[in-house]
């Protein structure tokens, strides 16, 4: 992942961040991996769905499944479906040529397997309402980047590249609200080995909190998105889909 989240977090303090890795017995590398597994979720649920709303949007395709009888119902379960199996497929991606690169990782036991899919599960149903009810506030394609800069910058502070506690704890407090940290503890508490643990806030994987938080981001995406969707629903209509083409066109 190379983005400008990356950046600021080399710039940050590398070397402090490496100290504590060293600390334990495996490599920076292989501390990583889990984490990028966690934030990858936030970034595609969240670009993912806001990014297919504005472009349904755009070309009509929102309208349509208005216009049709529980078509919105349908639109919504097939996007949630295609997105969780896209979701699903990029973290298999990343995740199957990692256990080959990086052997410290802790698969051998069926019980990180269950936790994987649980901290997936719940980091799904927790950035995709997210997504849908920020990409319903969207009015144009190009403003997703500044959507994402926000997300970018939480990868910056969450302790994806390196542990958090190399933060101040003011930061730390920040980023423990929303569920990038969340999702890359839980995902490296269940691929990274115990002797990990000495690294994190507390010296635990907090099990429960990152289950708490997790649910509370998902009952907040999921009361707000369906009240943002049902009124960017009754805004659409033939006239405005063909004012943002026109606009479109005069851009281009």
């Known amino acids: 992942m190379r983005s400008a989240g990356d950046v600021a977090v080399l710039g940050t303090d590398p070397a402090r961040g490496g100290e504590d890795w060293r600390a ?64 699903v497929s990029a973290l298999l991606v990343t995740l199957v040529p990692s256990l080959i690169l990086f052997p410290g990782l802790a698969t051998g036991h069926l019980s990180a397997w269950l936790r994987l899919l649980w901290v997936l599960a719940l980091g799904l149903i927790a950035t995709l309402p997210l997504g849908a009810g920020i990409g319903s506030l969207i009015r144009e394609p190009r403003s997703m980047g500044l959507v994402m800069l926000p997300v970018t910058g939480l990868a910056a502070i969450s302790g994806i590249f390196y542990p958090i506690t190399a933060l101040p ?84």
């Open 169 to 252: 704890v003011w930061v730390q407090d920040i980023a423990q609200v929303f569920p990038m940290y969340w999702l890359g503890l839980g995902m490296r508490s269940a691929l990274l080995p115990d002797s990990a643990v000495v690294v994190e806030v507390g010296q635990s994987w907090r099990p429960w909190w990152t289950l708490g938080v997790l649910v509370v981001w998902a009952v907040i995406g999921l009361a707000l998105a369906p009240v943002l969707l049902r009124r960017m629903a009754r805004k659409e209509s033939g006239s405005s889909v063909a004012a943002r083409r026109e606009r479109a066109l005069q851009r281009v």
């Open 24 to 87: 334990t017995s495996f490599s920076l590398g292989t501390a990583t991996v889990p984490s990028v597994l966690g934030a990858g979720i936030v970034f595609n649920g969240i670009s993912g769905a806001a990014g297919n709303l504005v472009i349904d949007r755009e070309d009509g395709t929102l309208l349509r499944a208005k216009a049709t009888p529980n078509g919105m119902l349908g639109y919504l379960i097939g996007k949630v479906v295609s997105l969780s199996l896209m979701q």
